[in-house]
């Protein structure tokens, strides 16, 4: 599904993005560029960014 229709990022990128690293929108504004131009997206993408970071298994979360 299309979370930024300005640059045409997709929820798929967003988790990619967060399994990548990415920890907050403003990780997300500088690899993708979402939010960025019309900034109508920012809140389903921190959904999409929520979502990924709560869904991660212990193998999958960062090293505190």
């Keep these: ?5 300005c640059h045409g ?3 798929s990128q967003i988790r990619n993005c967060v399994r990548a690293g990415a920890r907050t929108l403003g990780d997300l504004s500088g690899t993708l560029g979402v939010a960025t131009q019309c900034g109508s997206c920012a809140t ?3 959904e999409v960014l929520d979502q990924t970071l709560g ?9 505190a």
């Design 9 to 11: 990022i997709t929820d």
């Design 55 to 63: 869904s991660a298994t212990p193998a999958d979360a960062p090293a």
């Design 44 to 46: 389903s993408a921190c």
């Design 1 to 5: 599904m299309y979370i930024c229709l």
